[in-house]
């Protein structure tokens, strides 16, 4: 075993050191004794902290990053329990009159969107959303003028009987925070832009002397606002935005989840230096794998240091319509599954009461999960990575001696989606061939980029019913997938069907019926006892379908998920998995986004599993399919459409968002691989654009700056012509595609 001296929160790293995990970008600032990661004996390694205060870990575990790697990474905790839904024990912070922690309801809010210096109108909004539900409302305050209003803002609201607790927004204005303290009960600050200057993206060289002066300038900036929150009662939220590092920080720690965790605390420190523990904290980003990782490290950070304080979940930047509920499903969802999150924001391009309803059905979904205990029995998890995206990717199909047909199409490299398809559906070919999003020349259905992959029918066609086994002949012909189950193949064969077994069936060799060669699907639920998964060790399955019903009210299919994935990768059986949710009749859409998003996403954005089939009887069909591809996309795996970086509107959004969004949707949601920006301002950004390919900004008012990623290329452009300039950027960089033509 080796051992060295490390503080606490990794960050005593000399600048060209080794690292750690998830830190294996960063840079930091003191030296230390590392042990030697190179061709470690052992499997893990125990490194003892030093000066670390309220700690509750003394030891941190290190094991290879893979087998066989030299990089160790820590095992560090990042929530109460790996196979069970815990909430996450937090003290309570008060924001207003109402409390925030892990002893109350998790908290919904959203934000205003109007002009905060029009008192009327923000009035009117703020009293909209708090009947609605909402529990918070933040304003923006971007000035003086903005900061006055706020007195007005609150005191209107008073004489009206609304009370709800009102959050500033800040950037840049430390005297504008002060001044708005006096009046609102909760001041959100930027670390990385209330006492540092705006990045510019330079590579910049500190000595230790240049980064303590840093420190202590941050200081100087933010202990006045300390110490008015704490003289006032308020709260502050200490707001890390992925998008708005400061160049120190990213110098240090790169554009990173490590990065978003430091500049937090380095706000953190100085509340509690000055005993200041009325906070919370965000790590907000429009990547949701980006923002999962941010929080888990930021937890198992305060693990280590016996911190407690609360979270507040959000995916910045996340759109509109489904793809912006899907993007919050799978971030915030995820988070949740773990019981981690105590107030929550769904950031939509909408108005700011439609976030009401979504962001309150997640918080139902999170706190039904603690109640309930939702889980499976403990298990020991070696493989899952907390902080860092390393998929595991099942083998696809591969043709064998003797196949008639090509089964290579049924699952897709980068993610599958399946479909259920009727009886009905087979009696209108061409009508089928459109819904699963193939292309048609003369009748024929050709795959393209946004192609089911593989049907479902669960009950196949007569024998004598020539016309619908030619429609799914016709699909087979082209690589897709059709499954069918056992009890239908043998009463009805279909040639070349997959056939869809489960667990009774494989162990009474009930399969053994089929003729040689016949490709098998298992179905399993997840929780089975270990002894009764052994039986999938001797059969050769195409794929898993991973399906727990939905009426389980105590087993919660993430954990049972991650559990059968630790099963499988223990046992070296790399089949492909896909995951099948089934919804009951009556299932709103924003349910069946949120769920599949917080069921399915919080396994992909761990890389585990190789597609989605989703099931609800009366939901549209295109509706499921553009879901599951969103899914697929929102977890950085198949990239089959335009993806879009949407900020929700503020006070300080200089155009119409939702129209001008719509408007640059229309004319370039043709273009998969292509990421686009909308900002309405510059505050979260460049850096919210690291993700995206263009970006198109409010620069002021009625002009827009364009962007080819952190980089303006084009000021100042007029509003009715930058649409267009947008458009010929994009063929200037060769990214442009004509729209398809209509079939």
Known sequence: MAAGTIPASFSGLKKNDSLPGSLQNTHARKGFCMPNFQNPRSSSIRIRF????????????????????????????????????????TSTVMVGNVPLGSEHPIRVQTMTTTDTKDVLGTVEQVMGIADRGADLVRITVQGKKEADACYDIKNTLVQKGYDIPLVADIHFAPSVALRVAECFDKIRVNPGNFADRRAQFQKLEYTEEDYQKELEHIEGVFTPLVEKCKKYGRAIRIGTNH??????????????????????????????????????????????????????????????????????????????????RMKSAIGIGTLLQDGLGDTIRVSLTEPPEEEINPCRRLA???????????????????HRHYFTFQRRTGQLPVQKEGDEVDYRGVLHRDGSVLMSVSLDQLKTPEILY??????????????????????????????????????????????MGVLTPLSEQLTKPLPNAMVLVNLKELSTGAHKLLPAGTRLAVTLRGDETYEELDVIKSVDATMILLNLPREEEKV????????????????????????????????????????????????????????LLLEATDQDFDFLRNTSFGLLQGCRMRNTKTEYVSCPSCG???FD???????????????????????????????????????????????????????????????????????????????????????
């Not at 990053?65 to 990089?71: H, K, T």
């Not at 790399?574 to 396994?603: C, K, M, W, Y």
Request: aromatic fraction near 8%; charged fraction near 25%.
């Open 50 to 89: 030093t000066g670390a205060r309220n700690s509750s870990s003394e030891i941190a575990e290190m094991k290879p990053a893979s087998e066989g790697s030299p990089l160790l990474v820590p095992r560090q905790k990042y929530c109460e329990s790996i196979y069970k839904t815990i909430r996450r024990k």
């Open 243 to 324: 998008g708005s590092l400061s160049d120190r920080i990213m110098s240090y720690y790169g554009d990173s989840p490590r990065g978003m965790v430091e500049s937090a605390f380095e706000f953190a420190r100085i509340c509690r230096k000055l005993d200041f523990h009325n906070f919370v904290f965000s790590m907000k980003a429009s990547n949701p794998v980006v923002m999962v990782q941010a929080y888990r490290l930021l937890v198992s950070e305060m693990y280590v240091q016996g911190w407690d304080y609360p979270l507040h979940l959000g995916v910045t930047e996340a759109g509109e319509g489904e793809d912006g």
């Open 364 to 382: 139902n979904l999170g706190m039904q999960a603690a109640k309930l205990g939702k889980g499976v029995d403990p298990f020991e998890e070696k």
């Open 434 to 479: 459109k819904s699963l999003a193939t292309k048609l020349i003369v009748g024929m259905p050709y795959k393209d980029l946004a192609t089911v992959d593989t049907i479902l029918l669960r009950e196949l066609p007569p024998a004598n019913d020539t016309e619908a086994r030619l429609a799914i002949k016709r699909l087979i012909d082209i690589s």
């Open 556 to 611: 919660n299919r993430v954990h049972a998920s991650r559990r059968l994935f630790e099963y499988l990768q223990e046992n070296a059986l790399n089949f492909p998995v896909i995951h099948h949710l089934q919804f009951p009749e009556g299932t709103h859409r924003d349910d069946l986004v949120i769920s599949a998003g917080s069921e399915a996403g919080a396994l992909l954005v761990d890389g585990l599993g190789d597609g």
């Open 652 to 654: 300080r959004t200089l």
């Open 657 to 743: 968002l939702q129209e001008i969004s719509a408007e640059i949707r229309a004319k370039t949601q043709h273009l998969p691989g292509v990421s686009i920006a909308i900002m309405g301002c510059i505050v979260n950004g460049p850096g919210e654009m690291a993700d995206a390919d263009f970006g198109y900004v409010g620069g002021s008012p009625g002009k827009i700056d364009l962007y080819v990623g952190k980089e303006v290329v084009k000021r100042g452009i007029a509003m009715e012509q930058a649409c267009d300039a947008l458009i010929q950027l994009i063929k200037d960089y060769g990214r442009w595609a004509d729209p398809p033509a209509e079939q």
